[in-house]
C-alpha cells in the first residue's frame, strides 16, 4: 500500500471521529460473585442500552455533561443500580459490577478487572503473581514454564518448548501486534531480556495448542500480552544484584491520552560467575519500551508501541575444571582458555494501532509494525585441554587433582557472524456482531529483508595432530601417501540476501448457544498462508497453505461445576530464514510448510477445598506432523537440515490444580506426560530433541500468620532429561542417550515495609504506595543440572566422552521492589 493511501486513510479516521457526538464511554465486565464473567447482562441509561457478550464485557455510549444512572439487570441477579456523575466529553469510564442472587444493589461497584479464557482453551495468568515469583530469569516466561506441557531447562533463557516444539513454534502478541527474538543467540547468558515487560502488563494469556484461526502460523502456542493504559500517574522500582527494572506511566486529566515507559537492565554476572568457568565477564543488556495511546474521539484510538533494545555481550573465559563420570571410575576435564567473545544484539520496534468503532457492531483495526535487528557474534576461543584420572584418596593430599592424563588437545573456535534483518507488518483486522454471532477476520502483509554473512570454523588438535571431519578419506599412511589438504574440522562460509514477501489471513466464526439445559460454546475457523522467497542466487519458490480449526466447549447443567472443550485441526508453519537455512549455511528456498494434525480434550473442574476456590485443569492431546525439518538443538542454539525429510508425532496429558492453598493467595501444582518421536528418511523413531517425557512443577506463595507481611514464593521445577545430542557430523540415530534430571528450586522471602492499608502521611516513607524488601535464592539446593554435552576424544581409546555443560549453582540475591 502505498505512503500517500495510508496517509488519507488517516486523516479519514481522523476527521470522522472528531465529527461525532461529544458523549463518554462507560465499559467494564460484569462479574458474580465467584468472579466469573456474566453473560447477557442487560446494561442500559434511560432509554439506551447493550448486553454483555460471553466474556461478561460491555460497551456503552452515553451522554455527556450530565448524571446518569445505569441499570444491570438479569433473569438469575438481582439488579444492580449505579449512579455516575456527570462524565466529561469523549471520557472512559470503567465500571465492573459484582451481581449476587440474593441481594439487589444500590450505589456504586468497582473491582479489579480479571478475565476468565478457559471457553478458549487459555490460561490467564496474574501479573501480580508474575512480578512477585523468583526465578534466575523472572518475568512472564518464568512463570510458563510451571505450567504442564511447558519445558525449559536453561534458567538463564526465557525460551521453552510446549509439547514437543521448539523455541521457534511459539507466537508472542503484545496488544495484538507479533513480536520476534533474536536470531544468533547461541546460549541463554547472552539473552538478556525476552520482549515482555512484567512491570507494563495488565493482561497474561497463554494457550498450548489448539487455539483459534485468529491467531498466527506457528504449530504449538500462543502467548498473548496486553499492556495496560494508566488512568492516573504511576511508577514502580525493581532493584536488585541482577539489575534494575523502573517504569512510570500517567493519563491526561480528561483521559484521552495514555502513556506508560519502562526502562530495565540486566547483569548476568552473578550467575556466570558462579559457573565452573572463571571468565572476565562485562555483559551490559538494557532495553527501553513504551506505550502510548490517544482517543480523538468515542469512536477512533491511536496507540503507538515502541521498543530499543541493546546487547553488548564480552565474554572472556579462563579455566574450567569439570568432574565426571561415576564414584568407582572418576574423570575430570580440565581447560585452559586464550581469547574472547564480542557479540552485540540491537532490535528496534516500533507499531501503530488504530481502533474505530464504526457502529455497536462492527469494529475496524489497522495495525502496522517494523521490526529491525542488527547482530554480530565475533569470537576467537583457543581450549586447550587435559582429560585424565581423578585422585580418589580420600587422605591423600592430591584428593580431587588429575593424577593420569588419559587424552590431550586443544580446540580453536572463530566467527565473524553478522546479521541484518527488517520486518514491516501491515495488518487490518475487524470484528463484527450479527445477533448472537461474533465474525473476525483479518488480513496481513509482511515483508522480511534478511542479509547475513557467516564465516565461522573449527579447528580440533589431539595430541599434536589435527583432526580432520570424517567427510574426508581416511588416512591410510604409510601404505599411501597422503597428500590432501590440512582443513577444520567444521567450516562454514556463505552469504545471504533473502527476501520473503508473505500474505496470510483468517475469518472465524463464534456463537453461544445452548443444548438442551447445558450451555455450548463453538467456534471455527480458516487460516490461509501465501509466502514468496526470493533473493540473491536463489530461485523465486510461492507456497500456499490452508489451516481449518474448530473449538467447542460444553458447560453441563450439573451441580458440579465443569466444563468440557474440545478442539484441534491444521497447524501450518511457513518457514521463516532460520528455518530456510542449513548447517553450512546455505538457503533452500523450496523449504515447505512444516504441517501438524492437532487434537485437544480439555476439562475444568471449579470446586471448594477447605471453603477456597479451586480449578483442576486436565486436557490430554495428539499431534501428528507431517513435512518435519528436522533440527539439532544446542542450548538455545537451533540448526535446522532446510530439508522436509521426516515425520513425527507428540501425545501428553496435562494436568493443573490451581487454587488459594493459602487464603488469599495464588498457587497451583502441575504435571506433565510427553512422548515425542521423528522419523528421518524412514530410518525408524528417534527422540525428537524436546523429548521431555516427564514434569512437574509447583508455584507456591504463602506468608506467617502471626506476621501476615513476611511473605514466601517457591518456584519448584522436576524434568526428566533431555535426549543429549551429539557430536559434529554423526549420526543422532547412533546418540540416543539423555541429559540427567533437570531439578531446580528457587525460594524467595518479602517483607512488605508499605502496603495499601499501611501508608505513611509524612516522612521519607510517604510517597510510597508499596514497599518491600527481599531475598531470593536461586537453586537451594546446589544442583547440577546440565544443558548440553561437550564432546571430547580421547586419543588413546578413540572413545568420545560426553562431558556435560552445567548450569548456574546456588546464588543469593538482595531485591527491593516499590511503587509510587
Known amino acids: 500500500m502505498k505512503t500517500s493511501t495510508l496517509l488519507l486513510l488517516f486523516l479519514f479516521f481522523i476527521t470522522t471521529g472528531s465529527l461525532l457526538a461529544q458523549n463518554a464511554i462507560i465499559k467494564g465486565v460484569v462479574l458474580d460473585e465467584n468472579n466469573s464473567p456474566v453473560s447477557e447482562v442487560n446494561v442500559t441509561v434511560g432509554g439506551e442500552g447493550t448486553q454483555t457478550d460471553f466474556d461478561g464485557f460491555y460497551t456503552l455510549e452515553v451522554p455527556s455533561g450530565q ?14 443500580q449505579v449512579t455516575i456523575p456527570e462524565l466529561t466529553p469523549n471520557s472512559d469510564f470503567e465500571m465492573n459490577p459484582v451481581m449476587k442472587i440474593d441481594v439487589e444493589q444500590i450505589g456504586t461497584v468497582v473491582i479489579s478487572r480479571k478475565r476468565r479464557k478457559r471457553i478458549e482453551g487459555i490460561t490467564t495468568i496474574s501479573p501480580e503473581t508474575i512480578r512477585r515469583i523468583p526465578g534466575a530469569n523472572a518475568g512472564v516466561e518464568n512463570l510458563i514454564k510451571s505450567l504442564p506441557g511447558v519445558n525449559g531447562n536453561n534458567e538463564l533463557s526465557t525460551q521453552y518448548a510446549v509439547r514437543g516444539g521448539n523455541y521457534d513454534e511459539n507466537l508472542v502478541y503484545v496488544n495484538e501486534i507479533e513480536v520476534y527474538r533474536p536470531f544468533l543467540i547461541r546460549s541463554g547468558q547472552q539473552e538478556g531480556f525476552s520482549f515482555v515487560n512484567t512491570d507494563l502488563t495488565s493482561k497474561v494469556d497463554f494457550s498450548a495448542g489448539g487455539f483459534q484461526a485468529k491467531y498466527g502460523d506457528k504449530l504449538s502456542s500462543v502467548l498473548d500480552i496486553s499492556y495496560r493504559k494508566p488512568v492516573a500517574f504511576e511508577a514502580s522500582a525493581d532493584l536488585s544484584l541482577l539489575g534494575a527494572n523502573v517504569s512510570a506511566g500517567g493519563a491526561s ?15 548476568n554476572s552473578l550467575f556466570v560467575n558462579a559457573r565452573e568457568t572463571e571468565t572476565n565477564f562485562r555483559p551490559v543488556f538494557a532495553d527501553a519500551q513504551t506505550y502510548f495511546t490517544y482517543k480523538f474521539s468515542n469512536k477512533f484510538e491511536l496507540g503507538f508501541l515502541g521498543n530499543i533494545t541493546v546487547n553488548d555481550y564480552q565474554f572472556e573465559p579462563l579455566t ?3 568432574n565426571f563420570g561415576t564414584i568407582a571410575d572418576p574423570v575430570a576435564l ?23 468503532v464504526v457502529s455497536d457492531d462492527f469494529t475496524a483495526k489497522l495495525i502496522g509494525s517494523i521490526y529491525q535487528t542488527t547482530e554480530q557474534e565475533y569470537f576467537d576461543i583457543l581450549a586447550e585441554y587435559r582429560l585424565g584420572e581423578v585422585n580418589t584418596d580420600i587422605g591423600g593430599e592430591n584428593l580431587g587433582e588429575v593424577d593420569f592424563t588419559e587424552g590431550i588437545g586443544s580446540q580453536l573456535t572463530h566467527a565473524r557472524n553478522d546479521l541484518d534483518a527488517l520486518i514491516i507488518n501491515l495488518q487490518h483486522k475487524g470484528i463484527l456482531s450479527i445477533e448472537d454471532n461474533r465474525i473476525e477476520y483479518g488480513i496481513k502483509y509482511t515483508h522480511e529483508d534478511i542479509r547475513d554473512r557467516i564465516q565461522e570454523y573449527e579447528i580440533i588438535d589431539s595430541a599434536g595432530f589435527s583432526i580432520r571431519p570424517p567427510i574426508y578419506p581416511e588416512n591410510n599412511e604409510p601404505y599411501n601417501p597422503f597428500n590432501s589438504p590440512i582443513v577444520p574440522y567444521t567450516n562454514v562460509r556463505a552469504t545471504n540476501d533473502v527476501q520473503i514477501d508473505r500474505i496470510s489471513g483468517f475469518v472465524q466464526w463464534s456463537r453461544r448457544t445452548t443444548l438442551g439445559e447445558s450451555d455450548l460454546w463453538l467456534n471455527a475457523g480458516v487460516r490461509a498462508h501465501n509466502w514468496t522467497v526470493s533473493g540473491k542466487g536463489l530461485k523465486s519458490n510461492t507456497q500456499t497453505v490452508f489451516s481449518p480449526r474448530v473449538q467447542a466447549s460444553l458447560k453441563p447443567n450439573w451441580e458440579a461445576d465443569m466444563l468440557f472443550r474440545i478442539s484441534g485441526g491444521f497447524y501450518h508453519q511457513p518457514p ?4 530456510l537455512r542449513d548447517s553450512l549455511g546455505i538457503v533452500n528456498p523450496e523449504v515447505k510448510a512444516q504441517q501438524s494434525i492437532h487434537i485437544v480434550l480439555g476439562n475444568d473442574y471449579s470446586f471448594k477445598l477447605w471453603d477456597r476456590p479451586f480449578t483442576l485443569n486436565s486436557e490430554i492431546y495428539y499431534k501428528s506432523l507431517s513435512n518435519v525439518n528436522p533440527y539439532t538443538l544446542e542450548n538455545v542454539r537451533i540448526r535446522y537440515r532446510a530439508r522436509n525429510d521426516a515425520t513425527a508425532y507428540a501425545y501428553g496429558l496435562d494436568l493443573r490444580l490451581a487454587g488459594e492453598f493459602v487464603p488469599g493467595t495464588e498457587s497451583w501444582v502441575s504435571f506433565g506426560y510427553l512422548k515425542t518421536e521423528e522419523n528421518i528418511n524412514n530410518r525408524g523413531y528417534i527422540f525428537r530433541p524436546t523429548d521431555q517425557r516427564l514434569k512437574f512443577a509447583v508455584l507456591f506463595q504463602d506468608y506467617v500468620k502471626v506476621i501476615p507481611d513476611l511473605k514466601l514464593y517457591l518456584n519448584l521445577t522436576y524434568n526428566t532429561g533431555l535426549p543429549g545430542g551429539s557430536p559434529s557430523y554423526a549420526d543422532p540415530y547412533d546418540y540416543q542417550t539423555r541429559l540427567p534430571d533437570y531439578k531446580r528450586v528457587d525460594l524467595g522471602f518479602s517483607y512488605v515495609l508499605i502496603h495499601k492499608e499501611k501508608r505513611f502521611k509524612s516522612g521519607w516513607r510517604k510517597p510510597f504506595k508499596e514497599l518491600s524488601v527481599g531475598l531470593e535464592i536461586f537453586n537451594i539446593f546446589d544442583v547440577q543440572n546440565s544443558i548440553t554435552n561437550t564432546f571430547v576424544r580421547d586419543v588413546y581409546t578413540k572413545v568420545q566422552y560426553a562431558i556435560p555443560n552445567f548450569l548456574t549453582p546456588r546464588v543469593f540475591n538482595v531485591r527491593i521492589t516499590s511503587k509510587f
Open 67 to 80: 448524571e446518569i444512572i445505569v441499570i444491570f439487570s438479569h433473569l438469575s441477579f438481582k439488579n444492580v
Open 253 to 267: 486529566k480528561d483521559g484521552r491520552f495514555t502513556g506508560i515507559v519502562g526502562v530495565r537492565y540486566r547483569d
Open 320 to 322: 574450567r575444571q569439570t
Open 334 to 356: 580440565l581447560v585452559s582458555y586464550e581469547g574472547q567473545e564480542k557479540s552485540r544484539y540491537d532490535t528496534y520496534f516500533g507499531a501503530l494501532k488504530a481502533t474505530y
Open 576 to 579: 521463516f530464514y532460520r528455518e
